[in-house]
Each structure stands twice: as C-alpha cells, then as structure tokens.
Antibody, heavy 117, light 108 residues
Framework: EVQLVESGGGLVQPGGPLRLSCAAS????????MNWVRQAPGKGLQWVAI????????LYVDSVEGRFTISRDNARNSLYLQMDSLRAEDTAVYFC??????????WGQGTLVSVSP | EIVLTQSPGTLSLSPGERATLSCTAS???????LAWYQHKPGQAPRLLIDSASDRATGIPDRFSGSGSGTDFTLTISRLDPEDSAVYYC?????????FGQGTKVEVK
C-alpha cells in the first residue's frame, strides 16, 4: 500500500525557517517525480515545487523561488522542503504527492504550516 | 503561466443526477496533460482522471473526462452523496504546474 506521511509543520515567525519531510513507502520511490502542493486557509490547491526521481531536475512556482528548496534522499525514501524567509502568505497545509510524470498519482494527508508573529 | 478557469463555482444536485464540470485553459495544453482531482475537507486529494480522459486506478466508471486543447470536461454520472467534494483540474504539461480554482459539488 502506498503511503506518504508529511511531518515538520508548525508555528513559525515571519522570516523564519522550517523544514518539512515526507516519508514514502509502498512504491519504488526513486522512480517517481515528487511534488509539494499547498492549500491556504479557505483557498484552493497551489502547486509549489517538483523534483525528478534522481533529483536532477527541480522546478518551483515563482512565489517561492529562491526561498524554498525541494530535495530528496532516495536511500531513506524521503522528500523534503526547506522553507526560508517565511511569510504570512505561506501559511497553508502542505501536501506531498508523487507520480511517474508530473501528475500527482498519490498524496499524503498534509501538514499545517502557520506563519505568524 | 497557463491559467485554468473552472465553472461553475458551485454545483448543487440531487443523487442520481449528472454533473458536468468545465475547465478552460488560457493556452493549449500539450498532449492534453490535464488531470482532475477530488478533494474532501481534511483528506488527501485523490486523482480521478489523467491525460484528460484516462481514469485512474480504482476510480468508478461514473467519472469520465473529455476534451482537448484548451477545453476540458469532467462528467460525474449518477451522483452519489459521497461525491460531495471540491473538484480541481490541473495542467501537468508546462511549468509552473497550475490548478483551476475548483468547483464545489454538493449532492443532497
């Protein structure tokens, strides 16, 4: 059974850092593109970043480029999102998801990030 | 950036009725790499349709996708109360990947 479990969310002050993790199981992790997608309170889904199976290609939405870094450790079947210089507008539930291509075939339950003084 | 516009914003229907959801792209989506997801509050989103018309594994055949180029449709025939959710389209062909704003379907 495919499982994605996010962790690392919490309350952080504006300008601060936070690192999210996503533990994957039940599939050949290294073969899959992995995404981070977020949902701000009362809003829709927004794609944040994607990384290729071997880590050789990374893409970001403009609003996080230069502040967020997506990475993965295929030996640990884990996906990460390092978030720096956080802003109030980064407050959201962050989901990790994965697929053979860029389509998100399966998803985690999400972890809440709150950016507030 | 490709902008996806979904309509209607909300759809209120009765069990057994048919729902037709629209997703229009601001430019052609290469290879029709358009996906549809179902999202219920507090749950993980679920992939329904990939590449405009390919039903994902385990998805009932009541869900079907169609369209090409810039105009795409998700049809839910024979609505069930468990289909109450927000439905999103997403283009998976061009970076940045983008979602539509969602269509809320209420079945009661």
């Amino acid at each position: 059974e495919v499982q994605l479990v996010e962790s690392g969310g919490g309350l952080v002050q504006p300008g601060g850092p936070l690192r999210l993790s996503c533990a994957a199981s039940g599939f050949t992790f290294r073969s899959y593109w992995m995404n981070w997608v977020r949902q701000a309170p009362g809003k829709g889904l927004q794609w944040v970043a994607i990384i290729k199976g071997d880590g050789s290609q990374k893409l970001y939405v403009d609003s996080v480029e230069g502040r967020f870094t997506i990475s993965r450790d295929n030996a640990r079947n884990s996906l990460y999102l390092q978030m720096d210089s956080l802003r109030a507008e980064d407050t959201a539930v962050y989901f990790c998801s994965g697929g053979i291509g860029w389509t998100a075939l399966f998803w985690g339950q999400g972890t809440l990030v709150s950016v507030s003084p | 950036e490709i902008v996806l516009t979904q309509s209607p914003g909300t759809l209120s229907l009765s069990p057994g009725e048919r729902a037709t959801l629209s997703c229009t792209a601001s430019q052609t989506i290469t290879n029709n790499y358009l996906a549809w997801y179902q999202h219920k509050p507090g749950q993980a989103p679920r992939l329904l349709i990939d590449s405009a018309s390919d039903r994902a594994t385990g998805i009932p055949d009541r869900f079907s996708g169609s369209g090409s180029g810039t105009d795409f449709t998700l049809t839910i025939s024979r609505l069930d109360p468990e289909d109450s959710a927000v439905y999103y389209c997403q283009q998976c062909a061009h970076s940045p990947l983008t979602f539509g704003q969602g269509t809320k379907v209420e079945v009661k």
